[in-house]
């Protein structure tokens, strides 16, 4: 496959430095991978804020996207957490609204989806499952233990409960992120995989080019897919967020 | 766990495990490719020495638009979202005020119709009790009338009578005079005669009574 020039479906993935930067004998480059963080940081604040200068009270169209998007998440939190998810609604909504960006600026050509970066969401899934934690301890103190023993349980299961419970627990950071690291890591391999299948049966020429128009049409397919799994990931991230920190304040 | 959860963990245990299945499949093709020489080995993932550099920016870009959101963001929106709520919830109450307000006027001017026609209808007993009571009132009179006449006629009849009668007592004695003069050759006194005639109507009397 050297020979026709095509790159390996993992390539997309690789981190390239923008501009150099070291601290601490770490490197810290400002890299694609950062510049698409700060991509959908600034597209998604940019659009929020400005879908909003007028604050209309009879929305126009971008307003009610941004109101829909702000509703959207604040009936998750109040839904899932109640009344007391109310002080945690805007780091959930930037959770939200940063992951779908990005997740959805990932399905530019060219661009690069730093959610299929198994340490950025591992970051983002741990510093979830920390935080939980913290706010469960300092709302509970050691009664906020009893998360692990199921309500109802048989006397005899109760210590095998408890050992699935604390495993359950300490996996969620590690479920978190793989599900939306893989399903990036799978969707965007995908897209490559074919399209790399339609150049390269296009590169026989004559009458079977036209064989190409069958990874072709799977790939428009698999697009619409992907951007359904862009925008459904980046939900179940933040719900699954929301489940979490209502276990830690509610106690199930 | 919520059932919710354990549902949506069921759906996105297969959606990972087919995930984590292409996955393997990609370092598959990653080690095929660099066989190939075309690909530095393995996932770029797992390229420990880019991560520091991508969690400095995830947490130098997360802190920053984490504050933008909370402090421009969500309470711009919030106010217009609630704004629009307290306006909604004032125009429906002035509205229910309103329709209340209706429904007292038109509660009032139901209960005055219902007065005036009460009113009326006791106009109407009254004028009619009054006419019948005249009525009665002119009827009795009338009866009244009547019965004088008919008592004076009555007397006049009673008197009629008893002079006839005894003008018939006197007839009666001279006749008995004649008759006791002819047959018994009597010669009777007019007050013996009435003697007799009073008797005999006394005894009649007494048969008739007996």
């Given at each position: 496959?050297?020979?026709?020039?095509?790159?390996?479906?993992?390539?997309?993935?690789?981190?390239?430095?923008?501009?150099?930067?070291?601290?601490?004998?770490?490197?810290?480059?400002?890299?694609?991978?950062?510049?698409?963080?700060?991509?959908?940081?600034?597209?998604?604040?940019?659009?929020?804020?400005?879908?909003?200068?007028?604050?209309?009270?009879?929305?126009?169209?971008?307003?009610?996207?941004?109101?829909?998007?702000?509703?959207?998440?604040?009936?998750?939190?109040?839904?899932?957490?109640?009344?007391?998810?109310?002080?945690?609604?805007?780091?959930?909504?930037?959770?939200?609204?940063?992951?779908?960006?990005?997740?959805?600026?990932?399905?530019?050509?060219?661009?690069?989806?730093?959610?299929?970066?198994?340490?950025?969401?591992?970051?983002?899934?741990?510093?979830?499952?920390?935080?939980?934690?913290?706010?469960?301890?300092?709302?509970?103190?050691?009664?906020?233990?009893?998360?692990?023993?199921?309500?109802?349980?048989?006397?005899?299961?109760?210590?095998?409960?408890?050992?699935?419970?604390?495993?359950?627990?300490?996996?969620?950071?590690?479920?978190?992120?793989?599900?939306?690291?893989?399903?990036?890591?799978?969707?965007?391999?995908?897209?490559?995989?074919?399209?790399?299948?339609?150049?390269?049966?296009?590169?026989?020429?004559?009458?079977?080019?036209?064989?190409?128009?069958?990874?072709?049409?799977?790939?428009?397919?698999?697009?619409?897919?992907?951007?359904?799994?862009?925008?459904?990931?980046?939900?179940?991230?933040?719900?699954?967020?929301?489940?979490?920190?209502?276990?830690?304040?509610?106690?199930? | 766990?919520?059932?919710?959860?354990?549902?949506?963990?069921?759906?996105?245990?297969?959606?990972?495990?087919?995930?984590?299945?292409?996955?393997?499949?990609?370092?598959?093709?990653?080690?095929?490719?660099?066989?190939?020489?075309?690909?530095?080995?393995?996932?770029?993932?797992?390229?420990?020495?880019?991560?520091?550099?991508?969690?400095?920016?995830?947490?130098?870009?997360?802190?920053?638009?984490?504050?933008?959101?909370?402090?421009?963001?969500?309470?711009?929106?919030?106010?217009?979202?609630?704004?629009?709520?307290?306006?909604?919830?004032?125009?429906?109450?002035?509205?229910?005020?309103?329709?209340?307000?209706?429904?007292?006027?038109?509660?009032?001017?139901?209960?005055?119709?219902?007065?005036?026609?009460?009113?009326?209808?006791?106009?109407?007993?009254?004028?009619?009790?009054?006419?019948?009571?005249?009525?009665?009132?002119?009827?009795?009179?009338?009866?009244?009338?009547?019965?004088?006449?008919?008592?004076?006629?009555?007397?006049?009849?009673?008197?009629?009578?008893?002079?006839?009668?005894?003008?018939?007592?006197?007839?009666?004695?001279?006749?008995?005079i004649a008759?006791a003069a002819q047959?018994a050759g009597v010669k009777a006194t007019k007050?013996q005669a009435?003697?007799?005639?009073?008797?005999?109507?006394?005894?009649?009397?007494?048969?008739?009574?007996?």
């Amino acid at each position: 496959m050297a020979s026709t020039g095509m790159h390996s479906p993992i390539e997309q993935f690789k981190i390239k430095p923008i501009f150099e930067l070291s601290a601490g004998g770490y490197d810290i480059s400002f890299t694609n991978s950062s510049l698409f963080m700060l991509l959908a940081m600034v597209v998604g604040g940019a659009f929020l804020a400005s879908a909003m200068s007028k604050r209309e009270m009879v929305p126009g169209r971008l307003q009610c996207a941004a109101e829909m998007m702000y509703e959207f998440v604040a009936d998750l939190v109040k839904s899932n957490v109640g009344s007391e998810g109310r002080a945690y609604f805007p780091f959930i909504f930037t959770l939200f609204v940063f992951l779908l960006f990005g997740n959805l600026l990932g399905m530019v050509p060219y661009s690069y989806t730093f959610t299929s970066q198994i340490i950025v969401t591992f970051a983002m899934a741990a510093f979830v499952f920390v935080g939980v934690t913290i706010v469960g301890l300092v709302k509970h103190g050691l009664h906020f233990f009893t998360l692990f023993v199921p309500a109802g349980a048989p006397k005899p299961l109760i210590p095998f409960l408890i050992v699935i419970e604390v495993i359950s627990y300490f996996v969620r950071p590690v479920s978190l992120s793989v599900r939306l690291f893989a399903n990036m890591l799978a969707g965007h391999t995908m897209l490559k995989v074919f399209a790399g299948l339609a150049v390269m049966i296009s590169g026989a020429g004559g009458i079977a080019m036209t064989g190409s128009l069958l990874p072709f049409a799977a790939i428009i397919g698999l697009t619409g897919l992907e951007f359904l799994v862009a925008a459904l990931q980046a939900y179940v991230f933040t719900i699954l967020t929301c489940m979490y920190l209502n276990d830690a304040l509610h106690l199930h | 766990m919520s059932t919710i959860e354990t549902e949506a963990g069921k759906i996105e245990a297969g959606k990972t495990a087919a995930a984590v299945f292409t996955a393997s499949l990609v370092v598959g093709i990653g080690g095929i490719a660099h066989a190939a020489g075309d690909a530095e080995p393995g996932l770029p993932q797992l390229k420990v020495e880019t991560w520091p550099s991508q969690l400095f920016w995830l947490a130098v870009i997360f802190a920053i638009g984490y504050v933008f959101m909370s402090r421009v963001v969500t309470p711009r929106i919030g106010t217009v979202l609630e704004e629009r709520r307290s306006r909604l919830d004032d125009d429906l109450a002035r509205a229910r005020e309103a329709s209340t307000e209706a429904a007292t006027t038109r509660a009032e001017y139901e209960a005055s119709l219902e007065e005036a026609r009460a009113q009326a209808a006791e106009f109407a007993r009254n004028a009619s009790a009054e006419a019948l009571a005249n009525a009665e009132a002119s009827a009795a009179r009338a009866a009244k009338r009547m019965a004088t006449k008919v008592g004076k006629a009555e007397d006049k009849l009673a008197e009629d009578r008893a002079e006839a009668e005894s003008n018939l007592a006197s007839v009666a004695s001279e006749a008995a005079i004649a008759a006791a003069a002819q047959v018994a050759g009597v010669k009777a006194t007019k007050a013996q005669a009435d003697k007799a005639v009073k008797a005999s109507a006394a005894t009649l009397a007494g048969q008739e009574a007996g």
